[in-house]
Nanobody, 124 residues
Framework: QVQLTESGGGLAQAGGSLRLSCAAS????????MGWFRQAPGKEREFVAR????????LHTDSVKGRFTISRDSAKNTVYLQMNSLKPEDTAVYYC?????????????????WGQGTQVTVSS
Protein backbone atom coordinates (compact mmCIF):
# COMPACT_ATOMS: atom_id res chain seq x y z
CA GLN A 1 0.00 0.00 0.00
CA VAL A 2 1.13 3.53 -0.74
CA GLN A 3 0.11 6.60 1.22
CA LEU A 4 0.23 10.03 -0.42
CA THR A 5 0.14 13.29 1.50
CA GLU A 6 -0.17 16.62 -0.32
CA SER A 7 0.80 20.03 0.98
CA GLY A 8 1.39 23.52 -0.34
CA GLY A 9 -2.07 24.55 -1.46
CA GLY A 10 -3.63 27.84 -0.51
CA LEU A 11 -4.69 31.19 -1.85
CA ALA A 12 -2.82 33.03 -4.60
CA GLN A 13 -3.48 36.03 -6.77
CA ALA A 14 -3.72 35.73 -10.52
CA GLY A 15 -0.21 35.74 -11.93
CA GLY A 16 1.23 34.35 -8.73
CA SER A 17 2.87 31.02 -7.89
CA LEU A 18 2.40 28.06 -5.61
CA ARG A 19 4.30 24.82 -5.22
CA LEU A 20 2.51 21.64 -4.28
CA SER A 21 4.34 18.76 -2.67
CA CYS A 22 3.33 15.14 -2.31
CA ALA A 23 5.16 12.81 0.03
CA ALA A 24 4.82 9.09 -0.57
CA SER A 25 5.16 6.49 2.15
CA UNK A 26 4.54 2.79 2.46
CA UNK A 27 5.73 0.63 -0.39
CA UNK A 28 8.86 1.67 -2.27
CA UNK A 29 8.73 4.89 -4.23
CA UNK A 30 10.73 3.52 -7.12
CA UNK A 31 8.59 1.88 -9.73
CA UNK A 32 5.78 4.36 -9.14
CA UNK A 33 4.68 6.77 -11.80
CA MET A 34 3.41 9.93 -10.13
CA GLY A 35 0.84 12.44 -11.24
CA TRP A 36 -1.43 15.32 -10.39
CA PHE A 37 -5.13 15.69 -11.12
CA ARG A 38 -7.48 18.50 -10.18
CA GLN A 39 -11.20 18.90 -9.68
CA ALA A 40 -13.05 22.19 -9.74
CA PRO A 41 -16.54 22.56 -8.23
CA GLY A 42 -19.16 21.03 -10.49
CA LYS A 43 -16.58 19.62 -12.88
CA GLU A 44 -15.02 16.24 -13.47
CA ARG A 45 -11.57 15.40 -12.17
CA GLU A 46 -9.02 16.22 -14.85
CA PHE A 47 -5.44 15.23 -15.58
CA VAL A 48 -2.82 17.91 -14.94
CA ALA A 49 0.62 16.27 -15.22
CA ARG A 50 2.55 13.05 -14.74
CA UNK A 51 6.15 11.90 -14.41
CA UNK A 52 7.41 8.37 -14.98
CA UNK A 53 9.65 6.54 -12.56
CA UNK A 54 12.04 4.96 -15.07
CA UNK A 55 13.26 7.96 -17.05
CA UNK A 56 11.51 10.96 -15.53
CA UNK A 57 9.50 11.66 -18.66
CA UNK A 58 6.87 14.31 -18.07
CA LEU A 59 3.56 15.20 -19.66
CA HIS A 60 1.45 18.26 -18.90
CA THR A 61 -2.06 18.94 -20.06
CA ASP A 62 -2.30 21.70 -22.65
CA SER A 63 -3.97 24.22 -20.36
CA VAL A 64 -0.97 24.28 -17.99
CA LYS A 65 1.93 23.85 -20.41
CA GLY A 66 4.54 26.53 -19.93
CA ARG A 67 3.09 27.46 -16.52
CA PHE A 68 3.18 24.26 -14.42
CA THR A 69 6.08 21.86 -13.98
CA ILE A 70 6.00 18.42 -12.39
CA SER A 71 9.19 17.05 -10.87
CA ARG A 72 10.28 14.40 -8.40
CA ASP A 73 12.95 13.82 -5.79
CA SER A 74 13.30 10.07 -5.44
CA ALA A 75 15.65 10.40 -2.47
CA LYS A 76 12.86 12.18 -0.59
CA ASN A 77 10.00 10.09 -2.03
CA THR A 78 8.39 13.35 -3.04
CA VAL A 79 6.80 14.75 -6.19
CA TYR A 80 6.23 18.45 -6.79
CA LEU A 81 3.99 20.62 -8.93
CA GLN A 82 5.39 24.10 -9.46
CA MET A 83 2.56 26.37 -10.57
CA ASN A 84 3.42 29.76 -12.05
CA SER A 85 1.33 32.42 -13.78
CA LEU A 86 -1.74 31.13 -11.98
CA LYS A 87 -5.16 31.91 -13.37
CA PRO A 88 -8.58 31.92 -11.65
CA GLU A 89 -9.50 28.87 -13.74
CA ASP A 90 -6.75 26.93 -11.97
CA THR A 91 -8.87 27.02 -8.82
CA ALA A 92 -9.55 23.42 -7.79
CA VAL A 93 -8.72 20.68 -5.36
CA TYR A 94 -5.44 19.15 -6.51
CA TYR A 95 -4.82 15.45 -5.99
CA CYS A 96 -1.54 13.58 -6.02
CA UNK A 97 -1.67 10.12 -7.59
CA UNK A 98 0.53 7.08 -8.07
CA UNK A 99 0.47 3.95 -10.19
CA UNK A 100 2.77 1.22 -11.46
CA UNK A 101 0.94 1.21 -14.80
CA UNK A 102 2.07 2.96 -17.98
CA UNK A 103 -1.28 2.66 -19.73
CA UNK A 104 -3.60 5.57 -20.40
CA UNK A 105 -2.13 7.75 -17.67
CA UNK A 106 -4.29 10.73 -18.61
CA UNK A 107 -7.29 8.82 -17.31
CA UNK A 108 -8.08 8.89 -13.60
CA UNK A 109 -8.94 5.20 -13.82
CA UNK A 110 -5.30 4.31 -14.49
CA UNK A 111 -4.15 5.50 -11.07
CA UNK A 112 -4.16 3.23 -8.03
CA UNK A 113 -3.35 5.55 -5.15
CA TRP A 114 -4.70 8.99 -4.31
CA GLY A 115 -3.93 11.65 -1.76
CA GLN A 116 -6.62 13.48 0.18
CA GLY A 117 -6.33 16.59 -1.98
CA THR A 118 -5.23 20.14 -1.34
CA GLN A 119 -7.23 23.25 -2.19
CA VAL A 120 -5.78 25.85 -4.56
CA THR A 121 -7.70 29.08 -4.93
CA VAL A 122 -6.64 31.79 -7.36
CA SER A 123 -8.24 35.21 -7.04
CA SER A 124 -8.55 37.65 -9.92
Amino acid sequence: QVQLTESGGGLAQAGGSLRLSCAASGRIFSGLNMGWFRQAPGKEREFVARITWNNGATLHTDSVKGRFTISRDSAKNTVYLQMNSLKPEDTAVYYCTATRSFINLQSSGAWDYWGQGTQVTVSS
